[in-house]
């Protein structure tokens, strides 16, 4: 992480007991006065950072909503790309370069 200003919203599904299995249930979860540029999805379980595509982010007023966040029993988290360090999988490299994504 890096020290950017820039928000960070910590989150996780308390409804059971925590197990085992990483299946996820999409949540809505608003943020008054959060300001992200590029927000991502941080997965603190496997590391991975997802970007959160614009059409599941919409802003009213001081408040930002997402929409249908994956959320599971283990801390995950919403920040600006700016504020995490990370390294793209090779498989994701290999994708891009033939142009598939």
Same mark, same amino acid.
């Given at each position: ?8 919203? %910590? ?14 249930? /999409? =949540?809505? +979860?608003?943020? &008054? *006065? ?24 919409? %802003? ?14 283990? /801390? =995950?988290? +919403?920040?600006? &790309? *700016? ?19």
């Amino acid at each position: 992480m890096r020290e950017t200003g820039q928000p960070i919203v %910590v989150f996780w599904d308390k409804s059971g007991v925590p197990g085992n299995a990483n299946d996820t249930v /999409p =949540a809505t +979860i608003k943020i &008054k *006065g959060g300001g992200f540029e590029r927000p991502v999805w941080v997965d603190v379980i496997t590391g991975n950072v997802y970007e959160i595509p614009a059409e599941k982010v919409s %802003v009213a007023g001081e408040t930002v909503t997402f929409r249908e966040i994956p959320v599971y029993d283990a /801390p =995950a988290f +919403i920040t600006d &790309k *700016g504020a995490v360090t990370y390294e793209e999988s090779a498989a994701l490299v290999y994708e891009r370069s033939q142009g598939k994504r």
